[in-house]
């Protein structure tokens, strides 16, 4: 699962909760689900959960646990590796090893992390870290990028 932070999962939270109440509703939940390829039944998503909508704290534990569960891993190095392999394939959509601006552009979008207005351009975002000038990001690149973007 991709790497968060939480000022990402703020405003996925933001953008699920339609009618501004606080709460994202277990529909909510399952469509940000579906998008990132994680797909339960809500009675099984409820069963899950324990309840029907979930405030910001409960939503960033159960995002915690969904990552655990797709990463068990036994060093924190290796953790990290393979969580970074792991979002490496969520956004290299037709699995040829590197990342292009459309695929960023998909991948952001399904997370609610892009819109047209946002005034961001993924073909600006690919060229700051491709270091070897081919238009896209291998997985070394996209490390770099990811491990550059926590600190």
Same mark, same amino acid.
């Given at each position: 699962?991709?790497?968060?932070?939480?000022?990402?999962?703020? !405003?996925? =939270?933001?953008?699920?909760?339609?009618? /501004?109440?606080?709460? *994202?509703?277990?529909?909510?939940?399952?469509? @940000?689900?579906?998008?990132?390829?994680?797909?339960?039944?809500?009675?099984?998503?409820?069963?899950? &959960?324990?309840? !029907? +909508?979930? $405030? =910001?704290?409960? =939503?960033?534990? =159960?995002?915690? #646990? %969904?990552?655990? %569960?797709?990463?068990?891993?036994?060093?924190? $190095?290796?953790?990290?590796?393979?969580?970074? &392999?792991?979002?490496?394939? &969520?956004?290299?959509?037709?699995?040829? /090893?590197?990342?292009?601006?459309?695929?960023?552009? #998909?991948? @952001?979008? !399904?997370?609610?992390?892009?819109? $047209?207005?946002?005034?961001?351009?993924?073909? #600006?975002?690919?060229?700051?870290?491709?270091?070897?000038?081919? /238009? *896209?990001?291998?997985?070394?690149?996209?490390?770099?990028?990811? @491990?550059?973007?926590? +600190?």
């Amino acid at each position: 699962m991709c790497p968060l932070k939480t000022s990402d999962l703020q !405003r996925i =939270f933001r953008e699920l909760d339609k009618n /501004g109440d606080g709460f *994202v509703s277990l529909e909510e939940l399952n469509w @940000l689900l579906e998008r990132i390829h994680v797909h339960y039944s809500l009675k099984e998503l409820e069963s899950l &959960v324990g309840k !029907r +909508s979930l $405030d =910001f704290t409960e =939503f960033l534990l =159960f995002w915690d #646990s %969904i990552s655990n %569960i797709n990463g068990k891993h036994e060093k924190e $190095d290796s953790d990290e590796e393979a969580d970074l &392999v792991n979002a490496f394939n &969520v956004f290299d959509l037709n699995g040829d /090893g590197f990342i292009s601006s459309e695929e960023l552009q #998909s991948v @952001l979008s !399904r997370l609610g992390l892009w819109n $047209d207005k946002s005034g961001k351009d993924c073909k #600006s975002m690919i060229c700051m870290y491709d270091t070897n000038l081919d /238009g *896209v990001l291998d997985f070394e690149e996209f490390k770099n990028m990811m @491990l550059h973007t926590e +600190s």
